[in-house]
């Protein structure tokens, strides 16, 4: 605790590169009973910040070496809570808003109104109070996860979460005594606000990082799959996003490098007709060696147009029309048919997942579905100890249940 705290005070930490201007805020607000505490660049702000607690932050938007936006958001990805106030000379529509997404409490154009300026920081404090107390309630009660309303939130929780991103993967076996033949890669990360690929996606798609999120997902999946027995393929989800990224059309991408043992699954709930020239890329994509696969077929927007645009070399059958399929004659009628014009007639190889039971297997089977994926063949699990057991042992994992 700071001698300032001991004696009842409030610490205001003072950022602006005019020193003329730091000294007469400084006065101002020692008249009104805050500590303050001064710098002049943001990479002394961002240390102060960081190694010590103050209940506000008052800063310039203009400074040498970054802005108060960029100060702001380095701040967030450490400290979701002490609120910021941003001084400007040069307000803009632009800069206010970008405030606003990164958590800024106010924003203040120069020359500031004393007043105005005390009564600002009387109630950013009080919020500051009360967003501590709050983050120790939601501690009390054992939630794991916070609201995510601000843009620095999410970018925070969404930093965080790519620090610890990783794959889980999935056997795709062959019931006709072939084994497991593949596997499919789901992305996993132990940030607990964002536990699902699809909030991971969502949080990438609201911060415009998909692309970067992306590529890192590509990367780690290329490291994977080199520690795969040999001939198995690895099956990686595409968004809509990543097909508009060109690093995945790039030779010389990590994922280009192993893309013969690559499958790339594109989702039949995503709208592909926004997808600018689909036909071209998906050409370069098979040039390059990968093949396509659609997935979630039989519940999304896809028809059969969309199977002549994407010719997907695999058809994986949602999970929804497998649950049960043993008690149905109405979904094993639909499965069969599904099966027959997938791979009669458009020489697509089908896969059914989610299978759970020894009787869906089974239905299925009767159904002419040859290739299948589900916990009934083995959990997803961690893509690490692939790469464990292939450089200690350089032997494959043990074979899962087929």
Do not use: W
């Amino acid at each position: 605790m700071t001698a300032a705290r001991a004696r009842g005070f409030r610490t205001v930490l003072v950022v602006d590169d005019d020193t003329l201007l730091l000294d007469s805020l400084v006065a101002l607000l020692s008249k009104v009973g805050y500590d303050c505490v001064t710098a002049t660049t943001g990479t002394d702000a961002l240390k102060l910040a960081q190694s010590q607690e103050f209940d506000a932050i008052l800063c310039d938007i203009s400074m040498p070496d970054f802005s108060g936006l960029e100060f702001l958001r380095r701040l967030r990805r450490t400290d979701l809570d002490v609120p910021v106030i941003l001084m400007t000379g040069m307000a803009s529509l632009e800069s206010a808003v970008e405030a606003v997404q990164y958590g800024a409490y106010r924003y203040l154009e120069k020359p500031i109104e004393p007043t105005l300026l005390a009564e600002s920081l009387g109630q950013a404090v009080t919020v500051h109070d009360l967003a501590k107390l709050r983050r120790e309630a939601v501690a009390l009660s054992g939630l794991q996860s916070l609201q995510l309303d601000a843009m620095a939130a999410l970018d925070t929780r969404f930093e965080q979460a790519v620090q610890c991103l990783g794959l889980a993967l999935q056997p795709i076996v062959s019931v006709t005594g072939s084994g497991i033949i593949a596997y499919e890669a789901f992305l996993r990360s132990c940030e607990a606000t964002l536990p699902m690929p699809r909030d991971l996606l969502d949080a990438a798609g609201r911060l415009g990082r998909s692309h970067e999120l992306g590529r890192r997902v590509r990367a780690m999946a290329a490291q994977t799959v080199v520690h795969l027995p040999p001939g198995r393929l690895l099956f990686l989800n595409v968004s809509v996003d990543e097909l508009h990224d060109n690093e995945l059309y790039s030779s010389s991408a990590p994922l280009s490098q192993v893309a013969n043992r690559i499958v790339l699954e594109i989702s039949e709930r995503e709208p592909l007709g926004e997808v600018l020239g689909l036909t071209t890329r998906l050409s370069k994509l098979r040039s390059l060696g990968f093949r396509i696969a659609m997935d979630g077929v039989g519940t999304g927007y896809a028809g059969l147009s969309t199977f002549g645009t994407l010719e997907p070399d695999y058809a994986k059958l949602d999970g929804q029309l497998i649950r049960g399929l043993d008690l149905s004659d109405r979904r094993r009628s639909l499965i069969t048919g599904l099966t027959r014009i997938l791979g009669r007639d458009l020489s697509v190889t089908v896969i059914a997942t989610c299978v759970q039971t020894d009787e869906e297997c089974e239905a299925l089977s009767e159904a002419g579905v040859l290739l299948m994926q589900g916990n009934l063949f083995g959990p997803p699990f961690d893509a690490a100890s692939l790469q464990v057991e292939s450089s200690l042992a350089g032997a494959p994992p043990e074979e899962t249940r087929h």
